[in-house]
């Protein structure tokens, strides 16, 4: 299988003077013969007869020669016959190097030996030892000694470093056909110390490269290969670095070295190329075979015969294989498809599908085509590849899997009715599931809330399959669809069948709790109560048995037994296994806890829930809030300010997280000073009342300095308070329990503390300098560096000063990355009040009934409604406008500054529409009821005096009191007498208007 030179052949430089090349290369052209050495002399010849026959000899010997040219080696052996006699059997070097050369080539190896071993006895130091020495060692090997040649070769190589390469590939193959497999390797590393760039280089990594792969060790194998794999290009090379790569890459797939294997198949030539190589390769042995040792392939007859046979049988084998290039895209297709290159493992296995209709594996590779859609969320396309699967492919093996898909694709893509009808149709699939198609197809319906329909595919599924293993889970179905639908007499009936039919069912504690609790609705308060009570005492470990507990606790509260109450609640906080349960429980045992002033039991509590669940942030909050109230009850203010100063600093850097403003407000309330009444020194308080005092007074605030004990000597019996610390004092002391490491502060962590400063003015009575620290954020924050609470504070307090494009790069933020939050709300409210400040009337009214829908249960809901209204009313929509109004009036929710606002507009409308008699009666009934609302008030007053002007009667009928005119004036001169209306701006209007009447 391999190109060897035969380097001993390229030495036979003979008396013509004609490079003898014995076996693979063909003979160059035979030069001119400037004079040639002269042929053995015959021994014992007269001197006139000893030139005749030194000639004859000699020219015997060229005749010799050309025939071992020709390819004549047994007629070459004829004339070394001759030589022989006339030197009478003396040994000649050029000789026995002929004789044993063209017996080599006749695969004589017997009478090759003799010659060889003759030569080599005789000129041990001759010029041709080397290539002889070659040729006997081979000569052994192919003889059926391979030990010997091995020998003989490897002793070659000590006196002879040039020839190692060639000798050991010879060595290594012997040892290869011997399985001797690591002797082998070791011959063939000692080669491939001089290189992998020539021929014998190739030949020695190429079978290195075999023998790894059959030993397994991959990653030395395709070291090899990718030395060689740049210039091993030619004939025998490609069909053997072919083989190789195959075995390699599936050597490398069994071990899930996915990465390796596809590189090593992405080398395999395809079966057209593959094909005609090993077409090119087998005419060129044929051709050596005609003639050898002049063909362009090298090597003993027996070799190239050998190389025939083997190249002959691996074309059978590739053209009898219809699914050679099938095979080598499944193996790609595999490879892609294991590193998650999902697009190009789909083009691999469609190839096959399309292609290779008899391929073993084609329904495999649809599989793989429908998992790798499904997982590229391609639902319609994996849907389609379903069905063809299950047309194409009744029998499958994945038949049952890809049925279950059909539906399952599209109700994972939220298409719940097609997923519906899917688990229907593929019922009728060939060989389907149908038991489990139906109970899939019912649980769709039950998530679907199509009760109706939910029940009878369970009701069917039981009927049609009594020994179902879906049984269980079917009939409790049933069951809670009647619970779901508030009907209590089929949900007990079909809660105790479920029981009976499964006393050991998974739902059983479920079904009893259930039962419970129909009671426990009807008011049936002591059976539920005893039923309740005896699921503890059978299941007290059930997974659902925290909601036992809190039903419990429900009714004990009912039965204002407070204590046991709160005692069923904590078992419940202990066994809850759902949020949902834990969250309820939690919070009716933080009540009574709070109510009963157990706040060393209500901070432990919260304190194990925040250590055991540290991955919900939004419970976290409410966690240290409800901690450090209850440190603060316990006098534990130091714990508690730690405790809150600990949970923001990690946090602060940090616009995202939501809860950091609400933490800070709590610590704000902890560390501002609270105010005090000044002591009335007529009556002084008993000392022992004084001190209590002042210790609760202390709470909070730094201490103050002890008096001196003169200023003590003079006190009078009660004490001076502790001073207030300052504002500045207070604000250093926050300012260090929120800062974190110099590493962690940015943008939003200044912010932060801005707010904070901003908060504990405002909490303090410092209006002025909460109103700088808010200035402060309007002006400087970047919208990037704000959390979602002061993206929506600063872009409302932006747009009211009239910088909207500061309030819309806050809105735009807020709307963009923070969608989901609580704050949300905000930006679509305060985009919507941008687009009205600019007079886009249409717009604003689009963006104000958007945040109505989107955000319908949000506090900004009146907002939006406000706004709505607003927009209706510039766009001259009265009647549209009107409603919503009324609807405001309506909402008792909504009492307060919306209802003033309302009945104002209402006026507006009115006098928009020249009716100031109706208008009149809409602000006279905010000047009456609402005159907590100064700007609102102010506005009335004036478009109340206004409308009376416009009406302009006089004061018939007699038992009006005044004209309108006078009625106009009454209501300026209440307006300006007024000492609450003296700084609002409508003031001086009215009094240019009382000025005219």
Known sequence: MFVMRHSFCAALILASGATLVLGQAPPPAKPPVPGAPAAPAAPGALAGGALSIQAETEALMNAALGLFQEGKYQEA??????????????????????????????????????????????????????????????????????????????????????????????????????????????????????????????????????????????????????????????????????????????????????????????????????????????????????????????????????????????????????????????????????????????????????????????????????????????????????????????????????????????????????????????????????????????????????????????????????????????LYRVALIYFYQNDSINTTKALKTYMKENPKGQYVIDARYRLAFIKFQAREMDDAMKDLEGIAKDAPNDPNIGQVYALLGDGYNQKQDYEKALENFAQAVDKAKSDDVLTYAMDQATDLYASMGKWKELGDMWDKYLKTHKDNEEQELKAVLWISRARVKENKMDEARKLLSDAIKPKIPNPSNEQVEGLIQQLVTLVAPKRRAAPRPATPAPAADAAKGAAADAKGATAAPAPAPAAAAAAPATPAPAPVATFEEVEKQLEALLTPAEAAMNGTAQMRILFAKAWLAKTMREPEKAEKFFTIIIEVAKAEDLSPMLLATVGDNARKKGDLDKAMACYNRLNEFFKDTEYADGAAVGLAEIAFEKNEYDKSLELFRKAMVDYAGSSRLLDATRGEAKALYKLKKYDDAKKIYENILNTKEWRGEAHAEALFMQGEMLMDQNKPGEAVSFYQRVVIAHQKWKPILAKAYVQGAKAFIKLNRPQEPPDRPNSDKEAAKLMLIEMTKRQDMQTLPELKEAQKLLATL
């Open 77 to 474: 052996l004829a004339k070394i016959a001759e030589v022989e006699k006339n030197v009478s059997g003396k040994p000649f070097p050029q000789v026995l190097f002929v004789k044993g050369a063209s017996y080599f080539n006749l695969n004589d190896y017997p009478n090759a030996i003799t010659s060889l071993e003759a030569y080599q006895t005789s000129f041990a130091d001759g010029e041709y030892i080397n290539p002889v020495r070659m040729a006997l060692g081979r000569s052994y090997i192919n003889k059926g000694e391979p030990d010997k040649g091995i020998e003989i070769l490897k002793a070659l190589v000590g006196t002879a470093p040039a020839m190692k390469a060639e000798a050991g590939l010879f060595v290594a193959e012997a040892l290869k056909k011997q399985g001797k497999n690591d002797d082998a390797i070791a011959i063939l590393t000692s080669v491939l110390t001089d290189g992998t760039r020539s021929a014998e280089g190739i030949q020695a990594a190429m079978m290195a490269a075999d023998l790894y792969v059959a030993k397994g060790e991959l990653d030395k194998a395709a070291e090899l290969m990718d030395k060689v794999k740049g210039f091993a290009t030619g004939g025998d090379n490609v069909a053997q670095m072919n083989n190789i790569y195959l075995k390699l890459g599936d050597q490398m797939l069994e071990k899930k070295s996915f990465r390796e294997a596809l590189g090593a198949y992405q080398l395999v030539r395809r079966q057209s190329e593959i094909t005609r190589v090993q077409k090119d390769l087998i005419a060129k042995i044929e051709q050596s075979l005609k003639n050898p040792g002049k063909g362009p392939i090298r090597g003993t007859k027996e070799e190239l015969e050998e190389k025939l046979k083997t190249n002959n049988s691996l074309l059978e084998e590739i053209e009898k294989r219809s699914d050679y290039d099938a095979s080598l895209y499944y193996r790609l297709g595999r490879c892609y498809f294991e590193m998650a290159r999902l697009w190009e493992a789909i083009l691999a296995f469609d190839v096959i599908v399309k292609d290779f209709k008899e391929f073993p594996q084609r329904d495999r590779c649809m599989f793989g085509m429908i998992i790798a859609q499904a997982q590229l969320k391609r639902v319609n396309a994996a849907r389609n590849l379903c069905e063809k699967y299950i047309n194409d492919f009744p029998d499958g093996a994945d038949l049952g899997t890809v049925s279950e898909m059909f539906g399952m694709l599209a109700y994972e893509n939220g298409q719940m009715d097609q997923a519906v009808q899917a688990f229907h149709k593929a019922e009728g699939f060939p060989k389907a599931d149908k038991e489990r198609l139906r109970f899939l197809r019912g649980n769709v319906l039950f998530e679907m809330q199509r009760f109706d329909d939910a029940r009878t595919t369970f009701e069917l599924l039981v009927n049609e399959f009594p020994e179902t293993a879906y049984k269980d889970d079917a």
